[in-house]
C-alpha cells in the first residue's frame, strides 16, 4: 500500500481538478447569446389581450411616458445600485417629472390620475425595477395616501405639493419588531402633553425611513389605548433611524430600523383622521389596489 505523503495528495488534487478552474470569468453574452441583460428592455411588440383598448387616452399617455423614463433613464443603472445595495438619489428628479406621486389624490399639486391610470404607472415602474416601484408605493400610496385621507386642510396644503413633485420624501411606519404590522398590537406609545405628544417605541423594516424628510408614525394613544398617526420630521430631536443591512430582496429600497425616544410631536401635526385600527387598515386597502 502507498502512502501518499499530504503534499503530495494536494498536488494529486489540484492536478484532478478540470480546467475551469484557472480561467477568466465567462463571458455570458458570449456564452448565451440569447440572454438578455437586465438593463436592456425589449420592445412590448404585442397587446395579445387588448390591454391597451381598455384605457383611456389619458392613461395610455401616462403609461408610454413612465415606460419611456424607466427604459432609459432608469433601467441601464439599477443593476449595478443592486449590487451595492444603496438607493441612486440622483434619478428622484426624474421620477419627480413623470407627475406620477400622489396617484389618484386631486388637488395639492398631486396629478389626480384615476386607479387605473395609478395602478398602470406603478406597474410601468415595477417592469423594469420593482425596488423602484416599493420607493414609490410607500412614498405615495401610503405615506401621502393617508395625509390626503387622515389630515388636516392645513396639513394636506403644507406637505402633499412638495411630496407630489418628490421635493420632500416620506416613508410609512407602522410595522415594529415583535409585532409586524398588527397594528391592533403596537407598542409604540403616544402620552399627551402640552402642546402636543410625545412619541417613545421602535419601528422596524420601514422603506424610504432613512432618508424620509417626514415620517407618518402609527402609536398607541396612552389615554384612550386607540391607535393614532402622527407627522414626524426627519431632524425631531430623539429620532434615530438606522439601515438594514445585508438584505438579498429589495435590495435597493432603504428599508430601517425606526427608534424614538421621547420624540416630541407638536399638536398640528398629529393626523386628526386617526383614532382607531380601523382607520390604518382603510389606508391599506386601498393602497391594495395598486399592488
Not at 390620475?113 to 406597474?123: D, F, L, P, Q, Y
Not at 407602522?174 to 405628544?197: C, R
Not at 420624540?263 to 386597502?285: A, I, W
Amino acid at each position: 500500500m502507498t502512502i501518499h505523503s499530504s503534499k503530495h495528495q494536494d498536488d494529486v488534487d489540484k492536478n484532478a481538478r478540470s480546467s475551469y478552474f484557472n480561467l477568466p470569468a465567462l463571458d455570458i453574452s458570449v456564452a448565451f447569446p440569447q440572454a438578455t441583460p437586465a438593463s436592456k428592455f425589449p420592445p412590448c411588440a404585442s397587446d395579445y389581450y387588448q390591454f391597451d383598448d381598455l384605457l383611456t387616452s389619458e392613461e395610455q399617455a401616462v403609461r408610454m411616458k413612465v415606460r419611456e423614463c424607466m427604459e432609459k433613464e432608469i433601467a441601464p443603472i439599477m443593476a449595478e445600485y443592486w449590487e451595492k445595495a444603496e438607493f441612486p438619489f440622483h434619478v428622484i428628479p426624474k421620477l419627480g417629472a413623470l407627475r406620477v406621486a400622489g396617484g389618484t389624490i386631486k388637488g395639492y399639486g398631486c396629478p389626480g390620475h384615476s386607479v387605473t391610470g395609478a395602478a398602470i404607472a406603478i406597474a410601468e415602474i415595477a417592469r423594469v425595477d420593482a425596488s423602484c416601484s416599493t420607493f414609490i408605493l410607500v412614498h405615495s400610496s401610503l405615506a401621502m395616501l393617508t395625509i390626503a385621507l387622515c389630515g388636516s386642510e392645513e396639513q394636506k396644503q403644507k406637505y402633499l405639493p412638495s411630496l407630489a413633485q418628490l421635493n420632500t420624501i416620506a416613508c410609512w411606519a407602522l410595522t415594529e419588531p415583535a409585532y409586524g404590522s398588527d397594528a391592533s398590537a403596537l407598542n409604540t406609545t403616544a402620552t399627551k402633553v402640552e402642546g402636543g405628544w410625545i412619541l417613545e417605541g421602535q419601528k422596524r423594516w420601514i422603506g424610504n425611513s432613512t432618508f424620509a424628510d417626514v415620517l407618518v408614525i402609527f402609536a398607541r394613544n396612552t389615554t384612550t389605548n386607540q391607535i393614532n398617526g402622527y407627522l414626524v420630521k426627519k431632524d425631531a430631536p430623539g429620532l434615530t433611524v438606522t439601515k438594514i443591512e445585508n438584505k438579498i430582496g429589495l435590495r435597493i429600497v432603504q428599508n430601517g430600523d425606526i427608534l424614538l425616544k421621547k420624540v416630541f410631536v407638536p399638536d398640528e401635526d398629529r393626523l386628526p383622521g386617526v383614532n382607531s385600527f380601523q382607520d390604518t387598515s382603510k389606508v391599506r386597502l386601498l393602497c391594495s389596489k395598486f399592488l
